[in-house]
């Protein structure tokens, strides 16, 4: 059975830095694209980017790059989201999502990390 | 960026009705569209993937359809399950992107 079980919840101050993980189960970590994917009432679900585990290949959204990082480490079948300094907007669900073989989809998700950041 | 609008934002149907939900991309992403399904504090979940095509496990009242730019998603007799929010995602550019979803209530 294929699961991604992420880290828990995180309350941050602004400045703070934090890093959240997703490992994966059930299936071959290294040959499936895991992606990161924000909630937030305003904006809905955005899409931050994805990495490629097997080789590290990562994608950013444009809306993203520079404020987090994407990493994986395959020997421990685990992805992570890393900020160095939280904003107050980074207040958000974070999931993970493994791409599907095709690429056409995501096909199972993580049951989601809450970051908040407030002083 | 691809921008996808989902139309209606909410809808309430009963029990037994057929629902259709319409997702419109701003540019052409040929049938590079999922569906997924959403209940309140759970992480979504895939429904529908190219478009047409149903995911393992998902009853076979969901079906999609479309390309290009106009894509439907059916529920064919809705049942009291499937109170939730539907949302559609577009796979064909960079950045990936979703639409803003429909809410489904039951009457």
């Known amino acids: 059975e294929v699961q991604l079980v992420q880290s828990g919840a995180e309350v941050k101050e602004p400045g703070e830095s934090v890093k959240i993980s997703c490992q994966g189960s059930g299936y071959s970590f290294t040959n499936s694209w895991i992606g990161w994917v924000r909630q937030t009432p305003a904006k809905g679900l955005e899409w931050m980017g994805n990495?490629?585990?097997?080789?590290?290949?990562?994608r950013y959204s444009p809306s993203f790059q520079g404020h987090v990082t994407i990493s994986a480490d395959k020997s421990i079948n685990t992805a992570y989201l890393q900020w160095s300094s939280l904003r107050a907007s980074d207040s958000a669900m974070y999931y993970c999502a493994r791409r599907g073989a095709t690429l056409e989809m995501f096909d199972y998700w993580g049951q989601g990390t809450l970051v908040t950041v407030s002083s | 960026d691809i921008q996808l609008t989902q139309s209606p934002s909410f809808l309430s149907a009963s029990v037994g009705d057929r629902v259709t939900i319409t997702c419109r991309a701003s540019?052409?992403?040929?049938?590079?569209l999922a569906w997924y399904q959403q209940k309140p504090g759970k992480a979504p979940k895939l429904l529908i993937y190219a478009a047409a095509t149903l995911h393992s496990g998902v009853p076979s009242r969901f079906s999609g359809s479309g390309s290009g730019t106009e894509f439907t998603l059916t529920i064919s007799s809705l049942q009291p399950e499937d109170s939730a929010t539907y949302c559609c995602q577009q796979l064909a550019g960079v950045p990936l992107t979703f639409g803003g979803g429909t809410k489904v209530e039951i009457k």
């Open positions: 540019q052409g992403i040929s049938s590079y």
């Open positions: 990495i490629y585990p097997g080789d590290s290949d990562t």
